[in-house]
């Protein structure tokens, strides 16, 4: 469906899906000059000087062993550079959000993720632990821009957690997760591992348990642009995420949520 929007009854389908399963893949929703222009745009920024507060790479020497050191993910870099903030506003995603929602939908966060070979995934988590949207959840739209599989630590969600309350981690296995929280699966749930090519985006609810293994493959990067999204009629976000941005570009803040949530005090995604 590259080159068109959402027809009406696709947006209802994509509405109905994301309310059963808490998650779908839109195949192809990003073309590939758009998939090609944010891993330029990325690359670009990953080969200049460190960006304060959002990237702050090691050389690579210096690394011990940890690529990741030298490729770390990088945090709202819409808030540094005019096409991450453009490709965060993308129509493209923006309708797939707002069909999903059913209503419209404020961007909260930006990230990349390099993920080389070698590098560790990130442990089983819900992405509302962390952003605290109220009274809704959030929705996170994962654009791949390489192929993803698991032999490069591509993306695993576990279906049937998408109704689930926030649920309390535990201190994640350091080895195969750069993040130090994860959450333990109910009886009977499984991750579900999810192919992705270049343009395919997984949009998921902010309750929905994801995450991911290591790259285990020789020479391909797993890159993808990681964009979070509230309602439109939220209330509160960790204070963290302001400003936030309306589809036209406008900032706003939410008041910010500063419950401790069941767990005690959360930290940042
Ligand atoms: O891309 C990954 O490996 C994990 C991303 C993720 O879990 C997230 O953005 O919440």
Redesign the pocket.
């Known amino acids: 469906m590259a080159g068109s929007l959402a027809a009406v009854g696709e947006r209802e389908a994509w509405h109905a899906t994301y309310r059963h399963d808490g998650f779908l893949v839109a195949r192809g929703l990003l073309a590939a000059d758009a998939v090609r222009e944010i891993r330029e745009t990325f690359m670009r920024l990953q080969a200049g000087p460190p960006i304060p507060g959002c990237y702050a790479p090691v050389p690579l020497e210096q690394c011990g062993g940890d690529i990741l050191k030298a490729y770390p993910?990088m945090m709202q870099p819409h808030r540094v550079d005019a096409t991450v903030r453009r490709y965060l506003l993308h129509p493209r995603l923006l309708d797939a959000v707002e069909a999903c929602l059913g209503e419209s939908a404020l961007a909260a966060q930006s990230?990349f993720?390099f993920?080389p070979p070698g590098a560790r995934?990130?442990a089983l988590?819900q992405?509302d632990y962390?952003l605290k949207t109220r009274p809704g959840k959030c929705i996170?739209a994962?654009v791949a821009v390489d192929p993803s599989d698991q032999e490069n630590?591509?993306?695993q969600v576990v279906p049937g957690t998408q109704d689930l309350a926030i649920l309390c981690p535990h201190t994640a296995d350091p080895e195969a997760s750069f993040?130090k929280d994860e959450v333990d699966l109910p009886a009977g749930l499984r991750p579900l591992p999810l192919n992705l090519a270049p343009g395919d985006v997984l949009l998921f609810n902010g309750t929905l348990v994801?995450?991911?293994y290591p790259n285990t493959s020789r020479e391909r990067f797993?890159r993808?642009f990681?964009a979070?999204y509230v309602p439109a009629s939220s209330q509160q976000i960790s204070g963290w995420y302001n400003p936030l941005l309306t589809r036209s570009g406008d900032e706003v803040a939410l008041p910010a949520n500063t419950w401790g949530g069941p767990c005690g005090e959360e930290q940042d995604?």
Do not use: P, V
């Open positions: 993910r990230m993720y993920k995934g990130q988590h992405d962390y996170a994962w630590g591509g993306l993040t994801h995450g991911s797993r993808a990681i979070h995604l």
